[in-house]
């Protein structure tokens, strides 16, 4: 079950909107490595904003992607493809549907 959850905002800078999905696309395989990384969704808002959704069983989880690899993607990218540094939001998941 998933207990806590991260929601980044993630805003293109003019021209980057196709390098931003494809850095997002890139980031699957990734999560993939992740065993406490129970849902991951790279998603878009709008033209220019796009966002990641992800949740994980405990603050341990949570952390643990933090500290993994596609947080340190996203950082080394962030000056290159965003307008502004991404927005990281520590969320509580009240409920939850998930396959399985």
């Known amino acids: ?31 993939n490595e992740e065993p406490a990384t129970i849902a991951w969704f790279g998603i878009r808002l709008g033209p220019s904003t796009f966002g990641i959704f992800d949740a994980f069983p405990d603050e341990a989880g949570r952390q643990a992607h933090l500290s993994g690899k596609v947080a340190a993607a996203l950082m080394e990218k962030a000056g290159e493809l965003f307008s502004e540094p991404p927005s990281i939001e520590n969320v509580d998941v009240l409920a939850a549907k998930l396959p399985g």
């Open 1 to 31: 079950m998933v207990k806590v959850a991260l929601f980044v905002r993630l805003e293109a800078k003019p021209g980057k909107e196709k390098e931003v999905e494809s850095f997002l696309l890139s980031g699957l395989p990734l999560v």
